[in-house]
Every structure is written in structure tokens, then in C-alpha cells.
């Protein structure tokens, strides 16, 4: 089925519809009672300028203070309403007392030092990393846990549906996307298979994510065969929304024992089963051993937000581990928008920041802020080598553009460009000086570090980050190197709409 005839047919388009039609009315109620009544007129007006002072005044990127200043010139009635509706990191008051409450309780659990000091001696990059994410993120690293990459979709699938077969205690599943074909009807026949087994079977999907891909009920459905299922955040087309907060994590986790993140979704095109744009390259992680902890607790902290659910850690103490422990670290991390810390974005700069020799980017979306494209191009000019991999065929052309709007600064700086030209690129990879990475499911735009739920594995000196540096370099082999003259010989309209697009970047 075609993007265009899913759109259609999808709960997606009624929201919209129903969302656009409200607030085309508030608008226009707007501007015909305030021409009569100076009062309201007025308030709004004061509202708007309420609005800009505290976004100038607040912890926020230029480019998003920007975004809302040419809003409030070109629409002053309306800023203040705008933004109440789109324009905070807001998360429902509920859920974030939930989810930091839940947080909290499993907090104790989480206090693991040893190995942290450990890496201490052996690097000071890694170390500050480490000591970040296990500061703000509350997940300690771990020593000795085996990992395997996988640079497609489809190596990690067929490794997901074995270990599922093998699960005996619990499977947890959280996705953004389910759609319904071969990938997620081969998992939905395992889940209910374990669950006359007597497996523990749990998932959650978020709805916006699914909305295009899923009937309403469906989380009915699974119930029906005994798999426990919650919706994040259902959508409803009402106008003071919290669905700009989406749950964009995905994990796989089985038993305790093993568990999976990274770009890959439950639907086809991400194991190019279907091919809608070109070759769909994704990125992910399998970890094995005690890490898998972190990712345990990760999952029951959301499941008990969305869910009753009673404080457990269903780890099977007699668990056999079919590989062995390998030298090096694995910390699992999350990034939430119930606090004020932008974890993920963090994580990144300091990869960039403490890179001596190389920083070897894959991103699917490269829509960032002045802070990131800063760091990016003084790596660059301070002689590091720097290579970035965006996709060729876009699934959001705009994004692309977006994206190729900041190409001129980068090649400038010294950052090498590269387009996937096999397809689309959706893999979340970020690789140091060949030895420590972020494997997860972090895009490099607003959305990931500011509104969405995320997760990521930073890894150093681990026998898989090989394997990272394998995948880049194979993937550099059949991508576009894009030079100042490609950039140059852009047609002045498509200039244009790039820097138009490039102004409200932020509220993609």
C-alpha cells in the first residue's frame, strides 16, 4: 500500500482533519470577536507578548526562540494560543508525576559504581560520557557485556524472532511504529505461542506512530490473545494536545538474558520486505548479559506510568547467557521530556566535544541546532575527521531540504556530506575516534532532543564497535560525496524554500 493511500485511509487524517478544523475556527473566531471587542483584543495581544519575552528569556535554542519571534511578527494575535497548544516540552501533568514517581522507585536499584571507576583509568573521554549518563539518565555502565551490531534490518529481525523462540520467562516489547505484514504477524504468532507457554508477554506502542498502521482497537486485539497491552499517549483530536510527546523508543527484550534497541520499527519497509524508498538501511544492537538490566528497569519505570503494575525486576536469577561476557563497556541510557535535562543531546556533543581523531555520524534526519552544527564544524576545523551519512531518497522531502539547507556551512567548516544514494538511511549511529559509539534511536533533530522518549547504548572499546566502523566504511563506498560545487549550482528558488524551511526547523 502507498504512503498516499495509507495516509487516506488511516485514523491519522480524521485527527488531523478534526485538529485543523478547530483550530481554523478558533483563528477566525479570533479575528472576528476582537474586531469588535477591544478588550480581548487586547489580553491576546498582551498574551503574544507574554509568550516572547519568556521564550527569550527561557533555556532554549537561538533557532527556536527564532521560530517563535517570526511567528509572533507575522501572527500576534494568535502566538499566545499557538504556543500554549504546540510551542512547550509539555507532558500530560499526569504522566510525568506517574513517570517520575516510577523513576524514583527504581532508582535504588540502579546504584552500580564499580565499573564506572574502572573505566576511569582507562579513558577520560569515556569516562565524562559514562559519568553523564549515569548522573542524569540514572543507568550505570557495565564491564564485560557481549553485544552484536547489526548494519540492516533484516540480520536484526531474523536474530529477534530466534531469541523470541527461546524466551521462558518474559518477553517486553515497546515500538513507535507497528504496521501490520510479514514482520509483525511473524511476532504477534511467537507472542501468542509463549503466552500458552506461560511467558509473561507485554507491549506497548505509541499511537501516533501506529496511527497509519494499526486499526483503533488493536491493542483489543492482542489483549484477546492473552498478550498485556497498553497505547501511549492515544491521540484525540482535541486542541490543547500532549501528542507532540511520542514514545520513539524501541526494545526487545527477552528473560533478562537479551535485549535489542535501535532504528528498526515493527513494519516491512525496515526490513525491506517493501521497498518505498529504495533500500531502507537501519542500524541496532543486541546486548547480552548484566547490562540487560538497565534495559529491564528501563521498560518496567514506562509500563508502570502507563499501566498498574506491581515493582518488580523479573530477572531470572539462574539465567544462562549463550555468549560470553567480551572486554570493554555497554551502558544502556534513556532521554525523557518530563525533566529538563536534554540527555540525548548531551550525548551527543560530548562525543563530538572529546573526539581527537574522528567523528563518523549516520542520521536520518539532520535538522539540529546552532549548539550541534557549532560543535560539528569546529571538530572539523580542528582537524578532526568528520563524516556525516544523510539519506538520498527521503521519506519527509521537506526534512531533506531541511537538511541540505546547512550542507554549505558544514563542507565549508571541513565536514565531509554524504548522501545514501542506495535509498533511505535510518540508522542512529555516532562513532568517536573508533572506539566508543551511540547506538539507539536518537535522530539528530528538535524532536528527539526536546519532545520524544529515546534510548541508546553508548558502547566503548567493546569488540562491536569493529563492526560500527566496518558498516561506515561500507556504507561511505556507496554514498554521494557532496561537494561545495553540488551545493553551489542549487537553483535560487530551492535556496530559498531551504532557508525558509530552516527557520521553523524547530517545530517540525
Not at 566504511?473 to 524554500?497: G, H, P
Request: proline fraction near 4%; charged fraction near 20%.
Amino acid at each position: 500500500m502507498s504512503r498516499f493511500k495509507r495516509i487516506l485511509g488511516s485514523r491519522l487524517l480524521l485527527v488531523a482533519v478534526l485538529f485543523a478544523a478547530q483550530v481554523a475556527v478558533l483563528i477566525l473566531g479570533v479575528y472576528l470577536v476582537t474586531k469588535w471587542i477591544l478588550p480581548l483584543y487586547i489580553a491576546l495581544y498582551v498574551l503574544g507578548i507574554i509568550v516572547v519575552i519568556y521564550v527569550i528569556n527561557s533555556n532554549v535554542s537561538p533557532g527556536y526562540q527564532i521560530s517563535w519571534l517570526i511567528i509572533a511578527a507575522a501572527f500576534p494575535l494568535v502566538t499566545g494560543i499557538f504556543y500554549l497548544m504546540f510551542g512547550a516540552k509539555r507532558v500530560a501533568p499526569k504522566f510525568r508525576q506517574e513517570h517520575l514517581q516510577s523513576v524514583l522507585k527504581f532508582k535504588p536499584l540502579l546504584m552500580k559504581e564499580d565499573d564506572l571507576n574502572l573505566l576511569k583509568k582507562e579513558s577520560d573521554a569515556a569516562y565524562k560520557e559514562a559519568r553523564y549518563l549515569n548522573d542524569y539518565s540514572f543507568y550505570p555502565i557495565y564491564k564485560g557485556s557481549y553485544a552484536r551490531y547489526f548494519s540492516v534490518g533484516e540480520d536484526m529481525f531474523e536474530e529477534i524472532i530466534a531469541q523470541l523462540k527461546k524466551a521462558r520467562h518474559f518477553i517486553y516489547i515497546e515500538m513507535f511504529i507497528m504496521a501490520q505484514g510479514k514482520l509483525l504477524d511473524t511476532v504477534v504468532s511467537i507472542l501468542e505461542e509463549k503466552v500458552r507457554e506461560g511467558v509473561d508477554v507485554i507491549v506497548i506502542y505509541d499511537d501516533m506512530g501506529c496511527a497509519m498502521y494499526l486499526p483503533r482497537n488493536y491493542a483489543k486485539t492482542l489483549q484477546s490473545k492473552g498478550i498485556k497491552c497498553e497505547v501511549f499517549n492515544p491521540m484525540r483530536p482535541m486542541l490543547m494536545v500532549t501528542m507532540n510527546n511520542r514514545d520513539h523508543r524501541k526494545l526487545v527484550i527477552i528473560d533478562g538474558r537479551v535485549a535489542f534497541t535501535g532504528g528498526i520499527n515493527f513494519a516491512d519497509e525496515y526490513i525491506n520486505e517493501v521497498n518505498i524508498y529504495g533500500h531502507w538501511k537501519d542500524a541496532g544492537i543486541m546486548v547480552e548479559g548484566p547490562a540487560v538490566t538497565n534495559m529491564v528497569i528501563m521498560f518496567l519505570q514506562f509500563w508502570q506510568s502507563e499501566a498498574e503494575y506491581s515493582l518488580r525486576l523479573p530477572m531470572n536469577e539462574d539465567v544462562v547467557y549463550e555468549n560470553e561476557g567480551q572486554q570493554g563497556y555497554l551502558q544502556r541510557f534513556s532521554d525523557s521530556p518530563t525533566d529538563s535535562e536534554d540527555i540525548a543531546k548531551n550525548a551527543h556533543l560530548n562525543m563530538i566535544w572529546e573526539a581527537q581523531k574522528s567523528v563518523w555520524i549516520m542520521t536520518p534526519y539532520l535538522v539540529v541546532d546552532n549548539e550541534i552544527l557549532t560543535a560539528l564544524k569546529q571538530a572539523a576545523k580542528n582537524g578532526v575527521d568528520v563524516r556525516i551519512i544523510v539519506p538520498h531518497v527521503p521519506d519527509k522531502w521537506y526534512v531533506l531540504e531541511t537538511t541540505r539547507a546547512s550542507y554549505r556551512e558544514l563542507i565549508t567548516a571541513g565536514c565531509q556530506v554524504y548522501e545514501y544514494t542506495p535509498g533511505f538511511i535510518h540508522s542512529k549511529v555516532i562513532i568517536a575516534d573508533g572506539k566508543m559509539a551511540i547506538v539507539g534511536t536518537i535522530n539528530m533533530d528538535y524532536r528527539s532532543y526536546y519532545l520524544d522518549f529515546e534510548c541508546g547504548v553508548f558502547v566503548y572499546n567493546n569488540p562491536v564497535v569493529k563492526d560500527i566502523v566496518r558498516d561506515f566504511e561500507d556504507t561511505f563506498a556507496v554514498s554521494q560525496l557532496i561537494d561545495i560545487a553540488d551545493v553551489k549550482k542549487i537553483s535560487i528558488f530551492r535556496r530559498i524554500l531551504r532557508a525558509c524551511l530552516k527557520l521553523f526547523a524547530p517545530l517540525m
